[in-house]
């Protein structure tokens, strides 16, 4: 089996104590999957904007001229009556327990039955989902990461990264 990469603790730590911290903006470390993630959590209107840059401030044009430690991911955060829309962001797999789910098992859960002592989706909860093939490897591209719902359809399982609420 394939070596899996490290899980966005940080990153689901970071939204969450900042959504928490009534902040406009926040910015994280570049990398493919955060960038993923953060694009997930804004399709389904979890977050307001999300925009590449700088260490200091938002600028796409300057992303691409930067080096990779200084590359950020800038994410506008949402509040509806001065209350978080971002709840909760927590992780489902975890470094000394990966859950792996066929589509089976993850059509399961996202129709809030427990599967692989994973608990059912709650209203309104989305599930951020590491894709693989059928050979159970991570499937390489932009599609890598993915919805819940989008991967259950295109009938695909995987490693489920994170729940948001």
């Known amino acids: 089996m394939a070596k899996l990469p490290t899980l966005p603790h940080r990153l689901c730590a970071h939204l969450v104590n900042t959504s928490q911290s009534s902040l406009a903006t926040t910015s994280l470390p570049y990398s493919t999957s955060s960038l993923a993630i ?3 959590l804004l ?3 979890l977050i307001s904007n999300l925009t590449l840059g700088t260490p200091t401030h938002p600028s796409p044009t300057e992303f691409h001229t930067l080096p ?3 590359k950020r991911i800038w994410v ?5 009556n001065g209350t978080p829309v971002l709840k909760r962001l927590g992780l489902v ?3 000394s327990q990966r859950r792996i789910v066929s589509n089976k ?9 427990r599967a692989l002592n994973v608990a059912g989706a709650g209203l309104g909860e989305v599930f951020v989902v590491r894709t693989l093939d059928k050979d159970g490897r991570h499937v390489q591209g932009t599609d890598t990461f993915m919805e819940g719902w989008e991967a259950w359809r295109a009938g695909l399982g995987g490693e489920l990264v994170c729940r948001a609420s």
């Open 38 to 40: 953060t694009s997930v």
């Open 43 to 45: 399709r389904h209107g």
């Open 68 to 70: 990779e430690p200084s």
């Open 76 to 80: 506008g955060l949402k509040y509806r």
């Open 93 to 95: 797999s975890k470094p």
């Open 105 to 113: 098992e993850l059509g399961a859960i996202l129709a809030g039955k």
